[in-house]
Nanobody, 124 residues
Framework: QVQLVESGGGLVQAGDSLRLSCAAS????????MGWFRQAPGKEREFVAA????????YYADFVKGRFTVSRDNADRMVYLQMNTLKPEDTAVYFC?????????????????WGQGTQVTVSS
């Protein structure tokens, strides 16, 4: 069992930056590929970024490449999403996700555990 708690969301202006954090508790954190999804009102939850459990390879959705950076600290059981050059279309609830043994980019169906989400709002 893994519990995930996100923090760091908020209201910012277009062009600003935010860093989301995800604190994980429970066993086996090092064996989970960790990632971020987002869900805007009226839209499906979509993959944003992931960092693999082994080797630390990272994967990104095309719409965030070059702007967002995902990282993890296995010693502290933390996952981060640094978001730069934010756009109004980045407005969504952002969810931390864990996929046991995941090999790359994540899909909703592959996620084993979800956080409760944190709201990010980008004004124009």
């Amino acid at each position: 069992q893994v519990q995930l708690v996100e923090s760091g969301g908020g209201l910012v202006q277009a062009g600003d930056s935010l860093r989301l954090s995800c604190a994980a508790s429970g066993r086996g954190f090092g064996s989970y590929t960790m990632g971020w999804f987002r869900q805007a009102p009226g839209k499906e939850r979509e993959f944003v970024a992931a960092v693999r459990w082994s080797g630390g390879a990272t994967y990104y959705a095309d719409f965030v490449k070059g702007r967002f950076t995902v990282s993890r600290d296995n010693a502290d059981r933390m996952v981060y999403l640094q978001m730069n050059t934010l756009k109004p279309e980045d407005t969504a609830v952002y969810f931390c996700a864990a996929d046991w043994g995941g090999l790359g980019a994540m899909s909703v169906d592959e996620v084993d555990y979800w956080g409760q989400g944190t709201q990010v709002t980008v004004s124009s």
